[in-house]
């Protein structure tokens, strides 16, 4: 069974930081690209950011973009995201997944809840 496992999610005031992550058990995701989406209140599931495999090429939905940065470590399965100046909007669970995304990959999230 493959499992993608968020994790790394809390609660902060806007302008703080966190850094998620995403471990992957039961398969390995190098030849992947891999990427982060959110899912706020009510809202669509959105992309996020994604982190290519062959060329480690990274891209961001615009709302993120010189905020969020993209990682990953291929040797320990795990992809991160590092958030800095957070703000409300941006409350969400946040979830990892291939890009695109495949449903069956899809796990519980992460919770990130930003307080004004």
């Known amino acids: 069974q493959v499992l993608l496992t968020e994790s790394g999610g809390e609660s902060v005031q806007a302008g703080g930081s966190l850094t998620l992550s995403c471990a992957s058990s039961?398969?390995?995701?190098?030849?992947?690209?891999l990427g982060w989406f959110r899912e706020a209140l009510e809202k669509d599931r959105e992309f996020v950011a994604a982190?290519?495999?062959?060329?480690?090429?990274?891209y961001y939905t615009d709302s993120v973009k010189g905020r969020f940065t993209i990682s990953r470590v291929n040797a320990k399965n795990t992809v991160y995201l590092q958030m800095n100046s957070l703000k409300p909007e941006d409350t969400a669970i946040y979830y990892c997944?291939?890009?695109?995304?495949?449903?069956?990959?899809w796990g519980q999230g992460t919770q990130v809840t930003v307080s004004p």
């Open positions: 039961g398969h390995t995701f190098s030849g992947y690209a």
């Open positions: 982190v290519v495999f062959s060329t480690d090429s990274t």
């Open positions: 997944n291939t890009f695109p995304a495949k449903l069956r990959y």
